[in-house]
T-cell receptor, first 114, second 113 residues
Framework: DGGITQSPKYLFRKEGQNVTLSCEQN?????MYWYRQDPGQGLRLIYY???????QKGDIAEGYSVSREKKESFPLTVTSAQKNPTAFYLC?????????????FGPGTRLLVL | QKEVEQDPGPLSVPEGAIVSLNCTYS??????FMWYRQYSRKGPELLMY????GNKEDGRFTAQVDKSSKYISLFIRDSQPSDSATYLC?????????????FGQGTILTVHP
């Protein structure tokens, strides 16, 4: 089955700890995205990537980092600099940045601070 | 002013009702309009996509875009309890900013039997 997988489903972070959220897609999509969702605020873009080894900051990139070493993978690291990391994190992909195609989402990872 | 405004609700309707969900936006550069449905603790799924003013119908769902008023709507006919979810509008511009979506806050809908 084609799709986007995110792991883990739930993640707990201790103070001062970096944690990495996994996102994998087998849709052969070029572009990948990370969003953060908080209650009452919709989705906010953290980072996005158009091609391998290239990525751009979104609207709320501070305290986060990403890599794109493979087309199918786009992991997100929540660093200790992110002071309010508790949220629902969503990964998305789209076939081609610039086409009329829209984005398809994974099931999400819920991050909680201990 | 937010680029996209969406009434967060919550909205509660009886089964069979017609539901109207709405978003307004401020930037006339936005050219592509989407509606996503998100069930609790799940990722959003695309419901409707359109890029022109007017109506687009898909089964019980109709998406309406009025670019002159910067207003988009999603209508659900004969609503069912399975339609209970959060509905998100999403908009993106054309040109070089393609790919980056701007989302509304989401409207929480409950359809009760």
């Amino acid at each position: 089955d084609g799709g986007i997988t995110q792991s883990p489903k739930y993640l707990f972070r201790k103070e001062g700890q970096n944690v990495t959220l996994s996102c994998e897609q087998n849709l052969n999509h070029d572009a990948m995205y990370w969003y953060r969702q908080d209650p009452g605020q919709g989705l906010r873009l953290i980072y996005y990537s158009q091609i391998v080894n290239d990525f751009q900051k979104g609207d709320i990139a501070e305290g986060y980092s990403v890599s794109r070493e493979k087309k199918e993978s786009f992991p997100l690291t929540v660093t200790s600099a992110q002071k309010n990391p508790t949220a629902f994190y969503l990964c998305a992909s789209s076939p081609l940045l610039g086409a009329t195609e829209t984005q398809y989402f994974g099931p999400g990872t819920r991050l909680l601070v201990l | 002013q937010k680029e996209v405004e969406q009434d967060p609700g919550p909205l509660s309707v009886p089964e069979g009702a017609i539901v109207s969900l709405n978003c307004t936006y401020s930037n006339s550069a936005f050219q592509y309009f989407m509606w996503y449905r998100q069930y609790s603790r799940k990722g959003p799924e695309l419901l409707m996509y359109t890029y022109s003013s007017g109506n687009k119908e898909d089964g019980r769902f109709t998406a309406q875009v009025d670019k002159s008023s910067k207003y988009i709507s999603l209508f659900i006919r004969d609503s069912q309890p399975s339609d209970s979810a959060t509905y998100l509008c999403a908009i993106r511009p054309g040109g070089t900013s393609y790919g980056k979506l701007t989302f509304g806050q989401g409207t929480i809908l409950t359809v009760h039997p």
